[in-house]
Structures are given as structure tokens and as C-alpha cells.
């Protein structure tokens, strides 16, 4: 069955950076979209970013020009490099893969999911 993990998150200081990862077994990035979503303490979960399987990107506006996701086919594995974090960015990130071609308008699309990775902006 397919699965994804995430690694990469941690502790890092505003206008640092970090780049969590996403490893998918059993599953191909060149087909499919991947995206980031992330839930911060008491709030819903929102999509971050979204990757197309033409290479495409969407970004949520509160991280565009300061986040990029990208994916290596290769290693079947899915970054998030985040560059000037701020502290509202403090949240559980997670990855996720739908099952269907294109990239789903709401996280409810997405099958797969990771089982996320702590960021912590200070």
C-alpha cells in the first residue's frame, strides 16, 4: 500500500529556513499531484502548496514567495523549502497524494497522507 513520511521538520528561528521532505513508497509523483497542508494549534488543517505532475505549483497566499515545493521523481520524495518562516507558521505539516489525475481543489481529494512532521518558528 502506498505510504508517505515525512521527515525534515524541527525548531528554527523566524527568517531562518528548513526544508521538511516527504518520502512516498509504492506511489508515482510523475502521475500525480502531491501537496503540504499544515494544522496549527487550534486551528483547521490548510493546504500549503500543491505540485502538479507537469510540474506545476499552487501556493496558499500566506507563504507565497517565502515557500517553494518541489518533488525529485527520481527518489519519489516531495519538498517544502521554507525560507523566512514566521511564527504563524508554527504547525504540523503533512503531505498528501490523491488517487485521481490533477490537483484537488480541497484537502477532502487527497487519499494518502503522512503522518506529519513538527515545524517550530520562534
Known amino acids: 500500500h502506498v505510504q508517505l513520511v515525512e521527515s525534515g521538520g524541527g525548531s528554527v528561528q523566524a527568517g531562518g529556513s528548513l526544508r521538511p521532505s516527504c518520502e512516498a513508497s509504492?506511489?508515482?509523483?510523475?502521475?500525480?499531484?502531491m501537496a503540504w497542508f499544515r494544522r496549527a494549534p487550534r486551528k483547521e488543517r490548510e493546504g500549503v502548496a500543491a505540485i502538479g505532475s507537469d510540474g506545476n505549483t499552487i501556493y496558499t497566499e500566506a507563504v507565497k514567495g517565502r515557500f517553494t515545493i518541489s518533488k525529485d521523481n527520481a527518489k519519489n520524495t516531495l519538498y517544502l523549502q521554507m525560507n523566512s518562516p514566521k511564527p504563524e507558521d508554527t504547525a504540523m505539516y503533512y503531505c498528501?497524494?490523491?488517487?485521481?489525475?490533477?490537483?484537488?481543489?480541497?484537502?477532502?481529494?487527497?487519499?494518502?497522507w503522512g503522518q506529519g512532521t513538527q515545524v517550530t518558528v520562534s
Open positions: 498528501a497524494a490523491p488517487t485521481v489525475y490533477g490537483c484537488p481543489a480541497h484537502q477532502s481529494g487527497y487519499t494518502y
Open positions: 509504492r506511489f508515482n509523483p510523475r502521475k500525480y499531484c
